[in-house]
């Protein structure tokens, strides 16, 4: 089976976004836990998200793929940013127990000119923090592009994270396509090996999730720009192979693609009907 999916918007509240992803024949989607901008989240209503667990029982979804605020840089420079994705993500983890059992995907951050070292040392000083043995959330550290100061544009990198995270058992890996395209790895070339690479440096058990998306850059080009499936330098036949890979296919794979809801409707089908059961 496809788990197939793509954000939709907590606005209206857990159910509703079960019944949208159902109006698309989505089985897994992606969330923002609080506005992306930041600020403080909706207050959750325990029936609503007891009326989503009940949708994603009865028709068999994958994992959900929440994600943090895109203002949540764990290795700012400033203290009080920090201060901010220390808050935000203890307070998000608390949160996704109304929706026990998923994951929750977040930016490593940018280091701002402090160097890799530092934002390595800083992230793992908030996931330590936060962390609880008792969470059912699985937390992912995502694949970046390396634009700018950003971290995690390595599978070095983001094994230095994990290897410094106390509770590593709560951690694992979100892969975005577009990211590790523009980050060098060459997963139209050569798949299996960008993902012998992953699995030797922080074990493909790590490997929880997939951000779905073609880039509108070249191979190794540390932009992040991402385009619809088919319409950029990966293309449609290497994300075709991406969801058919036995080590990927059993994954949730999230669409982060410059879409509407329709436009999402359009690329879950059409990757439905490239998928090899």
Request: net charge negative.
């Amino acid at each position: 089976m496809l788990y197939i999916g793509c954000h939709l918007s907590y606005s209206k509240g857990y159910e509703a976004m079960g019944k949208q992803a159902l109006e698309i024949d989505a089985n897994t989607f992606a969330f923002f836990t609080r506005n992306p901008r930041g600020g403080a989240a909706k207050a959750i209503d325990p029936e609503d998200a007891a009326k989503l667990r009940g949708i994603l029982t009865e028709n068999s979804f994958g994992k959900l793929v929440a994600h943090a605020p895109y203002t949540m840089n764990a290795c700012a420079a400033d203290p009080k940013i920090r201060t901010f994705a220390r808050e935000a993500m203890a307070d998000d983890l608390k949160r996704m127990e109304a929706v026990p059992g998923n994951y929750y995907n977040f930016h490593p951050g940018s280091h701002v000119k402090q160097g890799p070292e530092i934002g390595i040392q800083l992230i793992s000083e908030q996931l330590n923090e936060v962390l609880r043995e008792e969470q059912s959330t699985i937390v992912l550290l995502e694949t970046m592009a390396g634009k700018g100061s950003e971290m995690g544009r390595s599978f070095e990198e983001l094994r230095a994270i994990i290897d410094r995270t106390d509770l590593s058992s709560k951690l694992g890996v979100c892969l975005d396509t577009c990211h590790i395209w523009d980050g060098g790895y060459d997963i139209v070339g050569d798949l299996d090996g960008v993902l012998e690479d992953f699995d030797r440096i922080i074990g493909l058990d790590r490997l929880k999730a997939v951000h779905l998306n073609d880039s509108m850059n070249p191979l190794g080009a540390h932009k992040d720009r991402h385009a619809k499936i088919g319409e950029g330098h990966i293309g449609a036949d290497a994300l075709i192979r991406v969801i058919n890979h036995p080590l990927l296919k059993k994954l949730p794979f999230i669409l982060e693609t410059p879409n509407d809801i329709d436009g999402y409707a359009r690329e879950i089908k059409f990757l439905r009907e490239n998928f090899n059961d």
